[in-house]
């Protein structure tokens, strides 16, 4: 409103606010404004139960796979499960079909080392999970609406296969609340900062930008099975090569270097080769 105060309508009525905070993840907000260049892919969940010899495997690490017309990657989660997040391409789905059936044995038969999680197991729920319009590399641009504070997904969309999604959200969570509140005394105080959110986004943006430019050059190069496996030899021959592309993709926190990750090779990525975390 012209006043600066913020009006939302829900169901249970009227809402006022002079602060927003916008964390509605890959699900688009009205005033969002977000660039869908890299829109072309639809993005499932699925939690599966697999089999005790399988969990065994998965509970030690992750798993990228790259398959016919998209990628993804199985980690474990409560309970004993493991949780299936995956991209295909939205052209190919007309041909593949959208149930869980139909996609478990496109991924099954185009990878191999994916075949092996999901031979066996069991979907927990009855559908699919899934969301589309998925703005891969976008960077949220100056300014946002006065009092508007966008993190997680909304401030930035790195591409899934980084893996570092959890903490950008959790960062721009952190960065958020400081720009709204301050201690005096040792007492939380809400900051009266009109100008807030816009410094807030613009340090953001300064911040995640470069990490975000590189995971989009990665989902580029995961679309291509055979390029995958020339880059997964080039990290074979070139000792650093892979911890350097990952460290590129990480959020920094506070930190200005993230901790070294440990790698090991393994048969997962595409029909031959993997690196996979431990």
């Known amino acids: 409103s012209p006043s600066g105060t913020i009006s939302l309508d829900t169901a249970g009525g009227e809402i006022r606010a002079l602060r927003l905070v916008v964390a509605t993840g890959k699900w688009d907000f009205e005033t969002s404004q977000r660039d869908v260049r890299e829109s072309g892919y639809v993005g499932f969940k699925m939690h599966l139960r697999l089999k005790p010899s399988v969990l065994k495997s998965v509970k030690k690490h992750c798993d990228l796979f790259v398959f016919d017309r998209g990628y993804g990657g199985i980690t474990p989660i409560e309970d004993d499960l493991a949780n299936f997040c995956f991209l295909i391409e939205k052209k190919a ?25 999901l031979d066996g197991a069991e979907p927990q729920f009855k559908q699919l999970v899934s969301v589309t319009e998925i703005p891969f590399g976008f960077v949220r641009r100056d300014p946002p609406p006065t009092g508007f504070f966008f993190v997680g997904d909304q401030m930035a969309q790195i591409p899934s296969l980084t893996g570092d999604g959890m903490t950008i959200a959790i960062m721009t969570g952190k960065r958020a609340a400081e720009a709204i509140v301050e201690r005096v005394g040792g007492q939380p105080r809400l900051r009266f900062a009109p100008h807030a959110s816009a410094r807030y986004q613009r340090a953001m943006r300064t911040h995640l930008r470069p990490q975000v430019e590189t995971g989009r050059y990665l989902h580029r190069l995961f679309r291509k099975p055979m390029l995958v496996d020339v880059a997964i030899r080039a990290s074979r021959r070139i000792p650093g090569l892979l911890d350097a592309v990952i460290l590129a993709t990480r959020c920094r926190l506070d930190q200005p270097r993230a901790s070294r990750l440990p790698f090991r090779k393994h048969a997962a990525l595409g029909a031959r080769n993997s690196v996979e975390p431990v």
């Open 93 to 117: 789905l007309a041909e593949i079909g959208s149930d869980w059936d139909s996609i478990a044995s496109h991924i099954a038969k185009s990878c191999w080392a994916a075949s092996h999680y």
